[in-house]
């Protein structure tokens, strides 16, 4: 046998910095439960129509939310990595035991969400039944979203600066300001009164419709470089003044949002651009129609025929996937490279017999 080579006053001697698992995972010893606190405030009235109104405020506040850090031992100060003779990344990190990436999580994170939901239902009555729903809503969270080690979200930015985590509370990734729904049945009323072969062919007409609409999710830019030296990507700066979004009216395939409001932070320090919200993603406009038929020939036959239209209005709903979010890149703020995509209307025939 030969001579130890650990010691319990340092244990962490034969660790290697280098390889496939060059990093550490650390759990927070004073880690603590996330819990949620909801409210609402409901009012219900019935309108004439057979019509059911309800208005309502609802609330929650996220507590002690679970925020993965991929790195907490990173180089306390900032820097400008371009500095002639700057000591390793290794070397300068907080706790040399570790010279490596710890990534940890902590229950640091706080969440609060506020909307207005409308809802009208008309139940049956003469042939129609609807049900429009709308809500108005904001969601502000930070430093993060929800934990990395169990999924971080489409379109979520990760936090930028451990030291700073005021820095990284913004619109919540999953936030969608306003949504629509509307969803209507109608039996058309063409036949009442009519008989034999004028009733066969006008009645049993039905039309259907669901209609959707939605605010685009909030993102980040990015830049992916290093401007500090802690190893970490730093976001863009956000130009004083200027807004992310565009009007709908000026959005274009090769401009889907203000490129002018964000540009390459200095070395030395993190960008200013929020961690999520710097822009908005595509939403969705959509309307689907169908058109249903039924025959009756005998008390157990029905022959029934239905033709459906996705997407009526060909209105082209880019993938947000698509839209360049890095601000080095060519395309930067161009959805699918500036190439506009395909617009599709679906339309579906079907016939059934039931006997």
Same mark, same amino acid.
């Given at each position: 046998?030969?001579?130890?080579?650990?010691?319990?006053?340092?244990?962490?001697?034969?660790?290697?910095?280098? @390889?496939?698992?060059?990093?550490?995972?650390?759990?927070?010893q004073?880690?603590r439960?996330?819990?949620?606190?909801? #409210?609402?405030?409901n009012?219900?009235?019935?309108?004439?129509?057979?019509?059911?109104l309800?208005?309502?405020?609802?609330?929650?506040?996220?507590?002690?939310?679970?925020?993965?850090?991929?790195?907490?031992?990173?180089?306390?100060?900032?820097?400008?990595?371009?500095?002639?003779?700057?000591?390793?990344?290794?070397?300068?990190?907080?706790?040399?035991?570790?010279?490596?990436?710890?990534?940890?999580?902590?229950?640091?994170?706080?969440?609060?969400?506020?909307?207005?939901?409308?809802?009208?239902?008309?139940?049956?009555?003469?042939?129609?039944?609807?049900?429009?729903?709308?809500?108005?809503?904001?969601?502000?969270?930070?430093?993060?979203?929800?934990?990395?080690?169990? @999924?971080?979200?489409?379109?979520?930015?990760?936090?930028?600066?451990?030291?700073?985590?005021?820095?990284?509370?913004?619109?919540?990734?999953?936030?969608?300001?306003?949504?629509?729904?509307?969803?209507?049945?109608?039996?058309?009323?063409?036949?009442?009164?009519?008989?034999?072969?004028?009733?066969?062919?006008?009645?049993? #007409?039905?039309?259907?419709?669901?209609?959707?609409?939605q605010?685009?999710?909030?993102?980040?830019?990015?830049s992916?470089?290093?401007?500090?030296?802690?190893?970490?990507?730093?976001?863009?700066?956000?130009?004083?003044?200027?807004?992310?979004? *565009?009007?709908?009216?000026?959005?274009? #395939?090769?401009? #889907?949002?203000?490129?002018?409001?964000f540009?390459?932070?200095?070395?030395?320090?993190?960008?200013?651009?929020?961690?999520?919200?710097?822009?908005?993603?595509? @939403?969705i406009?959509?309307?689907?129609?169908?058109?249903?038929?039924?025959?009756?020939?005998?008390?157990?036959?029905?022959?029934?025929?239905?033709?459906?239209?996705?997407?009526?209005?060909?209105?082209?709903?880019?993938?947000p996937?698509?839209?360049? *979010?890095?601000?080095?890149s060519?395309?930067?703020?161009?959805?699918?490279g500036?190439?506009?995509?395909?617009?599709?209307?679906?339309?579906?025939?079907?016939?059934?017999?039931?006997?």
């Amino acid at each position: 046998m030969g001579s130890p080579n650990l010691f319990f006053s340092n244990p962490f001697a034969g660790a290697v910095t280098n @390889g496939a698992l060059n990093f550490a995972v650390a759990n927070d010893q004073y880690m603590r439960d996330s819990y949620t606190q909801q #409210w609402n405030l409901n009012v219900q009235h019935k309108l004439p129509g057979n019509v059911v109104l309800d208005v309502g405020y609802v609330g929650s506040k996220g507590t002690k939310l679970v925020v993965t850090y991929e790195d907490l031992n990173r180089p306390i100060q900032v820097v400008d990595p371009r500095t002639p003779g700057l000591a390793s990344l290794n070397a300068r990190r907080p706790n040399q035991a570790y010279q490596r990436n710890v990534r940890s999580d902590k229950a640091i994170g706080n969440s609060i969400y506020h909307s207005l939901q409308v809802k009208a239902e008309r139940r049956l009555l003469s042939g129609l039944v609807f049900l429009t729903a709308y809500t108005y809503s904001k969601s502000i969270s930070g430093p993060s979203d929800i934990g990395g080690q169990v @999924g971080g979200g489409n379109f979520i930015g990760a936090p930028q600066d451990v030291y700073y985590i005021r820095g990284d509370r913004s619109i919540s990734g999953f936030d969608v300001t306003q949504r629509f729904v509307q969803t209507v049945l109608y039996d058309l009323p063409f036949a009442r009164g009519l008989h034999g072969v004028a009733k066969k062919a006008l009645d049993g #007409w039905q039309l259907s419709t669901i209609m959707t609409f939605q605010s685009g999710f909030p993102a980040p830019v990015t830049s992916n470089i290093d401007t500090t030296g802690a190893g970490i990507s730093s976001r863009p700066d956000w130009v004083l003044g200027q807004n992310g979004n *565009l009007p709908g009216d000026q959005r274009t #395939w090769t401009r #889907w949002f203000n490129t002018a409001a964000f540009i390459q932070g200095p070395f030395g320090r993190f960008g200013t651009s929020p961690r999520t919200g710097a822009v908005r993603l595509p @939403g969705i406009e959509n309307i689907d129609f169908s058109v249903n038929k039924a025959v009756r020939f005998k008390e157990d036959k029905v022959f029934e025929f239905r033709a459906e239209f996705f997407n009526l209005l060909k209105h082209y709903n880019p993938d947000p996937a698509t839209v360049d *979010l890095n601000i080095r890149s060519v395309t930067f703020g161009m959805v699918g490279g500036g190439v506009q995509g395909i617009t599709t209307r679906v339309i579906q025939l079907g016939a059934k017999l039931v006997f």
